[in-house]
Every structure is written in structure tokens, then in C-alpha cells.
């Protein structure tokens, strides 16, 4: 190819600048490096290894999880003019064969495929006489035994490096902390590999956790401004995602369930429905998602708490990935505890048990937290935030804070007295004098810290204990059974030299108003909203008449630059964002009727 990167990125996709750390990783793909990237959802991820297959000789293989994902990605990358295609189960013989030619005839840019198909002998022997520009492999947590997917077939990959030694493997993901990241590592034998962390951090989402008291009433109350936009809202269990979705739709919402209880087909309507806006709401397991690259979804909610901060995180990051304002509403309830740590105690894998236990409670610990939701969510993932984030609930109606350096003070002289050795359940049983058999045994009722917080309940040095996490006084080990630690930050504190205030607990009530104003993500732009409408009307009508999704299309940010700029010739209309040569061609005229239509309309009514 003979243009540069960031020309293929302008005149191909629509861009007209790499985001963070994006054009360093694009240019050692080119050059032959391996990289493992860690972007938030929506942060451009795809970007990083599909510019460097149009740059690189031969054919760029995709690693990818799900059938739906694929088909989606190829739909947007033929959209744009770029030579893709997938090889699945979903094919039929006849377009089996047809991919097969194209790829052994050099005419494919793209190849997105399952891991199980790509890592099978007939494939492997077929790619030997293939150029081959690289290997991606999306969803990259899925290879880890931290991660929170487990999925086997994943680790088939770790073969890659040894059969195609000279061919750069690039991994991506949303979510992966410390030890997930480093397991992803030596997998995939990329020990090697530059590793590139955009940070976890999407400002756009607002995160709200209210206590689950009438969780239906509490649905509809949110749900009824937003009745428009689109949204998922996730349960726990197959029956709770049947009648929630039922009580939807008899209270009058564009609603329909999605479990894997259901068949392809249903599974598969439901899903093109939703993608083509022709329902609102899925309400779904977390069987749905992944593979939906749907970038205008507003909100999404937990009825049902979450079993693991990674799947939260990633589950609320399918809002707002178009960069504009969105909602993540978390109803919490103590039942839901109790279930989700049953469905945990299924498992037959110790090892496994013991994980997944340890991400339930941080979990818990992040619901019942009353300090910055988001700092706690990066904390989690081992980034800082400096400052709190004013776009979560507690930031936004902030509790009262009262003076707990005292409190703080004899936690960590706890775990420090305790050898940093035992996790939160022994450190709070030590503070409060238990005479439990293990205390007892270890000596531990000797220790001059013994008894010393016997006048405050379980629940509240555990939030106490939890809100030190957070804020980086403590580490917790998860490799370690979650065994606490201290930071070289609460060395200050213990000196006295520092203090530290947390949030009140709050008397908790049933919240059923709707919330004050919305604050505006970094990417929210100022746009006329009839005529947001009108594009949104005539996207929808030519996605239906090309049988896409609208998003496919246009992305929610290009309509709202439009409806905010309002260009009216195609020079003006090419600087939209996500406008690239072809869809400049394919859809301007359209468009560009529509706008001039609006400021033709526009100017009539304010003329004397």
C-alpha cells in the first residue's frame, strides 16, 4: 500500500487522528513486532491490527470469539471498502468454498475465524502456503486461567508462536488485571512483546448503585425518560430474564429476553432486531454481548449483581461506545449474594472456586462502597485515578464523610501485626477479639492489636478494610488468597502524618425519582436534536434497505456531528467523523439532502 497509516486511517475509515498509543502500535505491527494491547471498550482496539493487515503482505487472521462479532466487524469493513470476510460454522458449503478461494486466491485483507477452526491440523497445513500479515487475537482474557471466561479453546493459541515463528501476534483486551495480563503473556509465548495500557478509564458512563428494594418499580422509573434509546439489562438467571422481560413488555417498552435456553434462530432475531433499532431493550444473561458491536447502546443495567468486577466492567462498557454520554445502573441485593456465590460453589475446580470467590466479594466491595465508584473500578485494574471522577452517584450526591484515621490506623497495625500474611475475614476477626479456633490457634489473641476494635460491628471494618483497598494503603494479593498487604502509602498514614476521612454509611431508601441532570462525557457534542432525528430516521431506513445494522452505517458521534455542524457539501461532510471516502460516496448525497433540507427549513422559520 502505497499511503501512510494515518492516510489509511482518514481516507478508509474516517479518521482523522490515532488515538492513544495507537499509531506506536500500528507501526510495529507493520514492522513485524509483536504487542499486547489493553484498551477500554470503544477505545479502538480493531483499529490496531487491521490497518497493519492492509500495510502488510498477505492476509491478517483474526482470532474471535463469537460468530455474531465476526459478521458484524466484516459488515462495517466492507462497508468501508476493505476486503474481509469470515469462515464459521454459519456458512453454508457454497459460502464456505467461496471464503476458501478468496483466501487462497490473495484476496482477502481479513479473515476473522474461531480458535478451535484456526488451530485444527486441516487449517494449520492450509495456511502453510498462505501469506500470512499477522495473527490477532481478540478477547484475549479468554486464554487466561485468571481470566473470567475460561474458555478453553482459547488456549490452543499458545501453539501460534511456535508454527509461524517470523509472523507478529498481536492480543487484545478490555479487561485483564495484573495477573490476568501476565498470564495472557505466557500463553501466548509474547514475554517479548511491548505491552500497551490505554488505561480503563470511560468517562462518558455514569455509574449508579442503588439498593435493590422494588427492583421492577426501580427498572421502569429509570427506564421511562430513556424509553427511546437503546439498552441492555442484565439478570442472573435464564427465568428472571423471561419475566423481567415479560413485565416489559406489558408496561409498554420495546423489550425481548436473550438467554442460551433459547434456540439459534430466536437468539439470532432477537439479536438483529436489536441491532437494527428495531427493539429498545434486550434483556439477557450474560450469554449476550460480546459479540455485539452495537455503538449506540445508552445504558446498561445489572438487576442481578454481577459475579467478578471484570465482567461488570465489561458488561457496562457495551454503553457509550461512541464516545457520548451513558448510564450503568447497578441494583444491588443481598439475596443476589447468596445466588451468585451458589452458582460459584457448582464448580469442581478448587482452584477455580477459590478465584472466583475472591472476585465476588470485590465485587461486593465495590456495591457497597460509599466512596468514587470509578476509582475503585480502575483500582481494581491497578490504575489511579487523582482526583475523584464527578460523573458516578456518589460523587454526584456525595455522602457525609466522617474521620476514620484512628480506625485506619489500627486496621493496617492489624495486618502488619498479623505478618501481612491472612486476608479481610481474619484481620476483622483479630480486630474484634474472636474467639474462633484458628485465632486461637495461631496465637493471634496475644497480638497487641487483639481486641482493639471489638466496639465496631463486622460490616463496618470490612468497610473500613475495603475503602484502604481502594485507596491504595492496601493490596490485596489475589494469587494469594487474597492475603493483605501494605502499600508504601500507609507508611504516612501509620506515622500519623497523614488522616483519612470515609463516607458515612448512608440509611438506605428506596429510590424511585429520577436522578438530576446528566453530565456530559468528554466526547458529548452540542447538536440540533430534530435533526439527530431525522438522520437517525434516514439511517434506519437505508440499514434496512441494505439489510445492516444502522450503526454500520453511521456511528451515533458522525449523526450528532452532523446534526451539530450541519455540513451541506461533500468537502464539509468528508471532515465528519467516521466519514471515510467510501461512505462519502455511498451515503453523502443522502445525507447531505437531509441537512439542507433542515437549514433550508431552519432558515425559512426565523426569516421575517
Not at 487522528?17 to 506506536?24: G, I, N, S, T
Request: glycine share 8%; aromatic share 8%.
Amino acid at each position: 500500500m502505497n499511503q501512510t497509516p494515518l492516510e489509511s486511517l482518514k481516507k478508509i475509515f474516517g479518521y482523522d487522528a490515532f488515538r492513544l498509543h495507537q499509531q506506536e502500535i500500528v507501526e510495529g505491527l507493520i514492522r513485524g513486532e509483536d504487542a499486547f494491547v489493553l484498551m477500554p471498550t470503544g477505545g479502538g482496539k480493531s483499529l490496531c491490527y487491521q490497518i497493519p493487515a492492509l500495510h502488510r503482505p498477505g492476509v491478517g487472521i483474526v482470532v474471535s470469539p463469537l460468530i455474531s462479532l465476526m459478521k458484524d466487524q466484516v459488515d462495517a469493513l466492507q462497508d468501508y471498502g476493505v476486503k474481509a470476510a469470515f469462515y464459521n460454522s454459519s456458512l453454508s458449503g457454497r459460502e464456505a468454498k467461496k471464503v476458501l478461494a478468496m483466501l487462497h486466491g490473495r484476496e482477502l485483507d481479513l479473515l476473522y475465524i474461531a480458535p478451535e477452526r484456526l488451530m485444527s491440523r486441516e487449517f494449520l497445513e492450509r495456511l502453510a502456503d498462505i501469506p500470512i500479515a499477522l495473527f490477532a487475537i481478540d478477547e484475549a482474557h479468554c486464554i487466561s486461567q485468571w481470566g473470567h471466561d475460561f474458555r478453553p479453546e482459547y488456549r490452543q493459541l499458545g501453539r501460534l508462536r511456535g508454527v509461524f515463528p517470523g509472523i507478529p501476534i498481536i492480543a487484545l483486551t478490555a479487561t485483564a488485571e495484573a495477573h490476568t495480563r501476565r498470564d495472557i503473556l505466557e500463553r501466548l509465548g509474547l514475554q517479548q512483546a511491548k505491552s500497551y495500557i490505554s488505561g480503563f478509564d470511560r468517562p462518558n458512563i455514569r455509574y449508579t448503585v442503588l439498593e435493590k428494594r422494588k427492583p421492577f418499580a426501580q427498572l421502569t422509573t429509570f427506564l421511562q425518560p430513556r424509553y427511546k434509546s437503546a439498552g441492555i439489562v442484565y439478570c442472573l438467571s435464564r427465568h428472571r430474564v423471561e419475566k423481567v422481560a415479560g413485565q416489559l413488555c406489558e408496561a409498554g417498552f420495546q423489550a425481548a429476553p436473550y438467554h442460551a435456553g433459547l434456540s439459534a434462530g430466536a437468539r439470532k432475531k432477537v439479536q438483529e432486531d436489536f441491532l437494527r433499532d428495531n427493539i429498545r431493550i434486550i434483556v439477557a444473561t450474560v450469554a449476550f454481548g460480546m459479540g455485539i458491536d452495537k455503538s449506540n447502546i445508552r445504558y446498561v443495567v445489572h438487576y442481578d449483581i454481577p459475579k467478578n468486577i471484570e465482567s461488570y466492567y465489561q458488561e457496562t462498557g457495551r454503553a457509550g461506545r461512541d464516545g457520548l454520554a451513558a448510564e450503568a445502573l447497578l441494583l444491588f441485593g443481598y439475596g443476589d449474594i447468596a445466588v451468585a456465590r451458589g452458582l460459584i460453589e457448582n464448580t469442581n475446580n478448587p482452584e477455580r472456586k477459590r478465584i472466583e470467590l475472591h472476585k465476588l466479594n470485590a465485587m461486593v466491595g465495590y456495591a457497597e462502597a460509599l466512596s468514587c465508584r470509578r476509582r475503585i473500578l480502575l483500582g481494581y485494574f491497578g490504575e489511579s485515578l487523582s482526583e475523584d471522577c464527578s460523573n458516578c452517584d456518589i460523587c454526584l450526591h456525595p455522602p457525609r464523610m466522617v474521620d476514620v484515621t484512628e480506625d485506619a490506623r489500627k486496621a493496617l497495625s492489624c495486618v502488619y501485626r498479623v505478618g501481612q500474611r491472612f486476608g479481610m475475614g481474619h484481620v476483622i476477626d483479630v480486630l474484634r477479639g474472636s474467639q474462633k479456633e484458628r485465632v486461637l490457634e495461631l496465637r493471634h489473641d496475644q497480638l497487641s492489636t487483639y481486641g482493639i476494635g471489638r466496639d465496631k460491628s463486622q460490616e463496618y471494618w470490612g468497610g473500613l478494610l475495603h475503602h484502604l483497598v481502594h485507596n491504595g494503603y492496601l493490596a490485596q494479593d489475589m494469587g494469594n488468597y487474597s492475603v493483605l498487604k501494605l502499600t508504601d502509602s500507609a507508611r504516612p498514614l501509620l506515622r500519623g502524618e497523614q488522616t483519612l476521612s470515609m463516607a458515612e454509611p448512608r440509611v438506605k431508601t428506596d429510590t424511585e425519582s429520577s436522578r438530576t441532570g446528566r453530565k456530559s462525557g468528554d466526547g458529548d457534542i452540542a447538536y440540533h436534536a430534530t435533526l439527530f432525528e431525522n438522520l437517525r430516521a434516514l439511517r434506519k431506513k437505508l440499514a434496512d434497505r441494505a439489510g445492516v445494522p444502522p450503526y454500520i452505517i453511521f456511528s451515533d458521534t458522525s449523526l450528532a456531528e452532523m446534526a451539530a455542524f450541519r455540513p451541506t457539501d461533500p468537502e464539509a461532510f468528508g471532515q465528519v467523523h467516521g466519514v471515510g471516502a467510501r461512505k462519502l460516496e455511498r451515503y453523502g448525497t443522502a445525507f447531505l439532502e437531509e441537512i439542507r433540507r433542515f437549514v433550508e427549513g431552519d432558515r425559512k422559520e426565523i426569516e421575517p
